[in-house]
């Protein structure tokens, strides 16, 4: 089939569906997810000029449209139209997503072509993905099978991340790679099998240099302490209204003393 006969299919299926939403209720937030994704090209490629060429030109962007459409198709229980609409995606764009994958707020498929996106998949806020990326299942497990990726985490070209597992906050996974295992927050993770090459921001296997913000177990265990009897005072103040002013005068009295024997265990005057 011919570009404009494809595109003709999944405008007339989208409009279709919109126009279906719209009775129910249920467009103008789907009009509003798909105002996040659109801005979210514009945030996270420098090679988008402006909406108009965002909203021609990317075939992600088509992509979660469809899908936004679909899944709330979904959400209300229609049949079958769902899945014919996600089959329609693929066909036009390459991208394939099941109707009842969660997709968060600002969802980003660069380049698009080969992506799968399976079922019981969630994504979080802000998430990008490349060309090639499957979150798919391993074949082994039942009910929860695919991933669940958390906000702003980045999947390069061609990775593969399968099975229930539970990419953390802000990781980022190399191109190429293949994810079987969960992947802690701020980390990056490369290869087959994926191994962290980074965790919490920081290379994994280099020396630690950071010889200022050696632990002070004296001063975290003063700190918990003062922690909880000013939680103790809040709550006792809430209890008898009456006794305010005078625990008031007492914190602020005591104030001034914490803050020099903080000032010493972090350093000052030393
Ligand atoms: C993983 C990535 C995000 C870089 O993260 P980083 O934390 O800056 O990692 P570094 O570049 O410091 O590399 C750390 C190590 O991982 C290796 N590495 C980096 N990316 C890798 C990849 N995709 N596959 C295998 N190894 C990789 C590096 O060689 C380095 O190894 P070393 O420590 O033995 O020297 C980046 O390399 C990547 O793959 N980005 C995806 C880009 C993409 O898909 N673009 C598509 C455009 S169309």
Partial sequence: MGFLKKTGVALTATAVSCLWLNRQGELEQTLQSIKRDVSAIQERDPAA???VEALTCYSGLHAIIMHRVAHQLHRQGLPVVPRIISQINRFVTGIEIHPAARIGEGFFIDHGAGVVVGETTEV?????IYQGVTLGGTGKETGKRHPTLKNNVTIGAGAKVLGSVTVGENAKIGAGSIVIQNVPDNS?????????????????????????HLPDPVADAMQSLVRRVVEMENEFKAAFPEKREAIEKAQKEGERELDKVFDYYHGTGI
């Fill in 49 to 51: 000029a402006n909406m």
């Fill in 124 to 128: 979080g806020d802000n998430v990008t």
């Fill in 188 to 212: 990056t993770v490369v290869g087959n099998p994926g191994r962290p090459v980074r965790e919490r921001g920081r290379k994994v296997g280099a020396a630690d240099v950071d010889w200022t």
